[in-house]
Structures are given as C-alpha cells and as structure tokens.
Nanobody, 122 residues
Framework: QVQLVESGGGLVQTGGSLRLSCAVSGRTFSSYAMGWFRQAPGKEREFVVVVKWNRGRTRYADSVKGRFTISGDTAENTVYLQMNSLKPEDTAVYYC???????????????WGKGTLVTVSS
C-alpha cells in the first residue's frame, strides 16, 4: 500500500516562496506518475502539475506555469513542489497524488495524501 504524506505548507506573503514535500512510502515514487493538486476554500479540487518520471514529461496548469516546479529525490523517496512568486489565489490545501499517466499526460490518480494548507496573504 502506498502512503503519501505532505508537509511544508504555511503562511507566506504575496511574492514569497514555499517548498512542499510529499514523502512516499510503500513503493518508489518513480514507479508512478505523480501529481500535485489543490483545493481552495469553497472550490473544487484542481490540477496543478503531473509528471511521468520514466518519460521525463511534465505538464503544469497554466495558472502556475513558470512559477511552480515539481522535482523528486530518489534517495529520500520524496517529491517536491517548489512554489515561487506566490499569489493570494494560490491559497489552498495542496494534495500529493500517485497513479498512472499516458504519454499525453492524461492521468488517473490512485493514491492521495491528506493535504497541506498554503495561505498567501496580500
């Protein structure tokens, strides 16, 4: 059974940076397509980024492109989301997920973490 545990959320000012971590246990993260998603208060969960490690392919939501970067550390079996130039509209609970993705990065996530809250103050 794969378990995902997010950390690194917090309160940051507009323009600031945060790095979220997703510790993966049960299997190496590179076995899966990995993604980050977020859910703002009163809104549905939305896609942020998905990566297919064995193909080196990544897709970001337009709203975060150029500001967010996904990466992974195989020694730590941890996936990161570096978030720069944060905006108040980035405020949300951020979820890590693991699953499958096609070459076109159409994904289906099978495992989810419980989330970490990011709050960006204006």
């Amino acid at each position: 059974q794969v378990q995902l545990v997010e950390s690194g959320g917090g309160l940051v000012q507009t323009g600031g940076s945060l790095r979220l971590s997703c510790a993966v246990s049960g299997r190496t993260f590179s076995s899966y397509a990995m993604g980050w998603f977020r859910q703002a208060p009163g809104k549905e969960r939305e896609f942020v980024v998905v990566v297919k490690w064995n193909r080196g392919r990544t897709r970001y939501a337009d709203s975060v492109k150029g500001r967010f970067t996904i990466s992974g550390d195989t020694a730590e079996n941890t996936v990161y989301l570096q978030m720069n130039s944060l905006k108040p509209e980035d405020t949300a609970v951020y979820y890590c997920a693991a699953g499958r993705a096609t070459m076109n990065l159409d994904y289906e996530m099978d495992y989810w973490g419980k989330g970490t809250l990011v709050t960006v103050s204006s």
